[in-house]
Every structure is written in C-alpha cells, then in structure tokens.
C-alpha cells in the first residue's frame, strides 16, 4: 500500500506563487511516475505537470513557463512551484503517482492518488 499526502495549497491573489509539496509513504515501493493533475468545478480532472524517475517532465500547455515540477526521489517526494498564478489556475490539486509495490503475492503495479489541495487565486 502506497499513500500520497499533498501539502501547500491556498488563497493567492492573482500573480503571486505557491509550492505544492507530495510525500508518498508506505511498505517497500518503488516510483516511476508522479504528477500533478486539477479539476476545477464543473470540469474534469487534467493533467498539470509529471515527472518521471529520470527526470523528464511534460505540462500543460496552459502552465508552461509558470510552474515547475521537480522532485526528490529520495525522499519520494514532489513539489509543484508555481508562479504568475492566474485566477483560471483555481482548482483542487490532485498528486498522483504510479510504480511497483512490494506485497504478499511479489510485486504489483500501483497508481494512487492524493486526497487533494484546494488553490484559490483571487483577481
């Protein structure tokens, strides 16, 4: 079992910055891929940025250039710094990552979600 614990959300006014912060814990696992995804009211969830274990990142095209995804693989830990927030950005913010976990029957594939963090930006 795999658990995500986001951190960081809250109210900005509109320009100003905030880091998300995402700690995966649990029995032995091991991560390949962990991201960022949001879904504001009335919309479906998107994806924002992820990172793989090597390093390689993508976003959205509507963040590029304002966020910056990054993490420690040490501490299974990834942050979303985020800057020139815009009031469209307002969403719950979702930590999602996948990988192999170690069970009773061996290794399984995981994919797991955080429980979420609200970011307001007011204009």
């Known amino acids: 079992q795999v658990q995500l614990v986001e951190s960081g959300g809250g109210l900005v006014q509109a320009g100003g910055s905030l880091r998300l912060s995402c700690a995966a814990s649990?029995?032995?696992?091991?991560?390949?891929?962990m991201g960022w995804y949001r879904q504001a009211p009335g919309r479906q969830r998107e994806l924002v940025a992820r990172?793989?274990?090597?390093?390689?990142?993508n976003y959205a095209d509507s963040v590029k250039g304002r966020f910056v995804i990054s993490r420690e693989n040490a501490k299974n830990t990834v942050y979303l710094q985020m800057t020139n927030l815009k009031p469209e950005d307002t969403a719950v913010y979702y930590c999602?990552?996948?990988?192999?976990?170690?069970?009773?029957?061996?290794?399984?594939?995981?994919?797991?979600w955080g429980q979420g963090t609200q970011v307001t930006v007011s204009s």
């Open positions: 999602n990552a996948d990988g192999s976990v170690w069970g009773t029957t061996g290794w399984r594939l995981f994919n797991e």
């Open positions: 990172i793989n274990s090597g390093g390689s990142t």
């Open positions: 649990g029995s032995t696992f091991t991560i390949s891929t």
